[in-house]
């Protein structure tokens, strides 16, 4: 009876064991069928974000301050709720359909393998934040994949990685010269359908290496010599020589030996020059001309500015009242010469830009690019319709910031009351404000930034921190205020909210929207000199 009960027990023990392996089995495979679909997941986190860092954030109309307060904020949710185990719904919703494409036959525990998956895919968010978050700081040093899950992972987007400073002595085989790659790449932009302005400042930082690196070579012996003096000339450009009489018909080196007592270029237009050069080795890297992005820890000549400097401040209230108690509001000498006092009383472009930035907060160039289809109207309610296309025949395409920034803002009694509606209906079609032109570099908000900036310095509201840009921050205080919710601001101002419900529905409705934007007022400041007789159209 002993030696059945001990045979019978060896069988059990061994039949469990053999359930045992089956499960862990059965469980690596689970695990292993996760993890590389989450890997997957930042691969593609990653892409976005270099292409964010690559073409989107050196465009001037997007705020890369903005962009970084936002991902910071992003950041901070995501890690609490990972610590919580508190999963958005986008979360949930993608680790579903990651579970539901594992084999039966590897799937241990649904549960198991959805927590897996769910917590792998709010680190793959949180990864990928962290390194776009240190590529808009300029921080490189911080781009190296830290989160062991991904670690393996080879960034192969454009990124500029840290290497060492090994001299290279010759060209890979066949070669082309870097002045060929050069014109290769501009190209390649051009065809991606980039701005104007975006274009301009690819060249003006191909002038600038033009000046201190041979373009005359196999583009493979492009190294660390090469970078550090392109980083030093950009480091020693007096600021707007291009601008200043005493350096603008001078080539680069000899601006800065005729400047040296001038202003230097600052740190954010800097970082820009010598960004766009090492983005255009990244690219010879990615297409295998270059083994390797030379000198990718050098810093910039001078030091980043400290971390929460403001770089605008709102109006201030008597800031305000000189605004629009200038010749724009009381009578101009004549139509060019806004700025100067006179006995022309129009309401024109100049005239509605400001009032509209303060009342809708609006940008320039979304101002400045309105049509006239986009003054429509909703259940009585008239608005702004901030989209991309003119619908009609004749397609128009604006630029907008960001994908959030097609949105419907009403139009604040404020700008009724002063006679917008009429203006509209003078202007039958088009561009409402086609008397503002767009500038060299292919925006509208380049020339109008000049004009606000010459008027600023004349009637001495301007400040470092005061640009045509504070109306927009003088409008998100309003909405503050008037205890308007994130939800409408976010709205009404076309920001964007992480949280999956967000990303949800239409948003509040026109009727909401206008009944939150009528509260916002600026108290102390009249209008009634703006309007009434003797003003034109």
Not at 189 to 208: A, H, I, N
Not at 259 to 286: C, H, I, N, S
Not at 350 to 376: F, K, N, S, T
Request: aromatic share 10%.
């Amino acid at each position: 009876m002993q030696l059945i009960a001990n045979t019978r027990s060896r069988v059990f023990s061994n039949h469990v064991d053999i359930v045992i392996a089956k499960a862990r089995r059965m469980a690596k495979a689970q695990n292993t069928d996760v993890d590389n679909a989450v890997r997957g997941y930042f691969r593609d986190a990653l892409d976005w974000g270099q292409e964010f860092a690559d073409i989107f954030a050196p465009d001037p109309e997007v705020d890369i301050d903005d962009s970084i307060e936002h991902i910071e904020t992003r950041l901070a949710l995501l890690r609490r709720r990972l610590a919580a185990r508190d999963f958005p719904q986008d979360i949930q919703s993608r680790a579903d359909a990651i579970v539901g494409g594992i084999p039966q036959n590897h799937l241990k525990s649904r549960y198991g393998a959805t927590q897996r998956a769910q917590a792998g895919l709010l680190r793959a968010d949180i990864e990928a934040d962290r390194l776009l978050l240190a590529k808009l700081e300029g921080d490189y040093s911080q781009t190296e994949i830290a989160d062991p899950l991904f670690n393996q992972i080879a960034q192969t987007t454009d990124e500029p990685a840290v290497h060492s400073s090994t001299h290279l002595t010759t060209g890979l085989p066949d070669t082309p010269m870097l002045g060929e790659l050069a014109t290769k790449y501009e190209q390649v932009l051009q065809d991606q359908k980039l701005k104007q302005k975006t274009l301009g400042d690819l060249r003006l930082s191909f002038e600038l290496a033009r000046a201190v690196i041979t373009f005359d070579k196999p583009a493979s012996l492009l190294d660390l010599n090469d970078m550090k003096a392109l980083r030093d000339l950009i480091g020693h450009m007096p600021a707007h020589h291009l601008k200043k009489a005493e350096t603008r018909d001078l080539d680069p080196l000899a601006a800065v030996e005729a400047g040296k007592d001038f202003p230097k270029l600052g740190y954010e237009t800097q970082k820009k020059r010598f960004d766009f050069f090492k983005r255009f080795a990244a690219w010879m890297v990615a297409e295998e001309y270059l083994t390797k992005v030379p000198g990718s820890e050098l810093k910039l000549l001078t030091k980043k500015p400290p971390k929460g400097k403001p770089k605008r401040l709102p109006y201030e209230p008597d800031q305000l009242s000189i605004i629009f108690q200038t010749p724009i509001y009381t009578g101009r000498k004549n139509i060019v010469k806004a700025g100067t006092p006179g006995e022309l009383r129009i309401k024109d472009g100049r005239y509605w830009v400001p009032l509209i930035a303060l009342y809708a907060g609006l940008r320039a160039g979304e101002i400045i690019q309105l049509l006239h289809d986009d003054i429509r109207q909703d259940s009585g309610i008239w608005y702004f319709d901030i989209s991309k296309f003119e619908k009609d025949d004749e397609e128009q395409i604006k630029n907008l910031k960001t994908g959030s920034s097609y949105r419907r803002v009403p139009i604040h009694s404020a700008l009724l009351d002063l006679g917008f509606l009429e203006f509209v209906a003078l202007r039958k079609s088009g561009r409402l404000f086609n008397e503002l032109p767009r500038g060299s570099d292919g925006t509208y908000s380049q020339p109008w930034s000049k004009f606000w900036y010459n008027l600023g310095n004349r009637w001495n509201f301007r400040t470092t921190l005061h640009v045509f840009h504070s109306f927009r921050h003088n409008f998100v205080d309003a909405l503050h205020e008037a205890n308007v919710t994130d939800a409408v601001a976010m709205q009404l101002c076309g920001h964007t909210n992480d949280d999956a419900h967000w990303g949800y529905g239409k948003g509040a409705s026109i009727a909401r929207l206008k009944e939150e934007i009528e509260k916002v007022e600026y108290a102390g400041l009249n209008l009634g000199h703006a309007t009434g007789p003797g003003w034109k159209w």
